[in-house]
């Protein structure tokens, strides 16, 4: 019998909380950008929030890439 091993990529832990709650912040910051915030909130209403969720959620998953970045580097200098 072949046994075959599958090379399962770890993603480091800060990398996937902070791409995770940008995702979480980007999907606020749409709705209010659509023209929907008002269902959700009073203060969602304004265009000006959603785009303030959107810089958020930028700002969150770059610092997300950060980890990545340094592990896909780390894995790099070991081969």
Do not use: Q, W
């Amino acid at each position: 019998m072949t046994r075959y091993t599958v090379a399962m990529r770890h993603y480091p832990a800060s990398f996937l909380i902070l791409s995770g709650l940008g995702i979480l912040c980007a999907i606020p910051g749409a709705i209010s950008l659509a023209g929907f915030g008002a269902a959700i909130h009073p203060v969602l209403d304004d265009p000006m929030a959603g785009l303030a969720f959107i810089v958020s959620a930028i700002a969150l998953i770059g610092s997300g890439a950060f980890p990545l970045v340094l592990e896909k580097l780390k894995e790099n200098e070991g081969a």
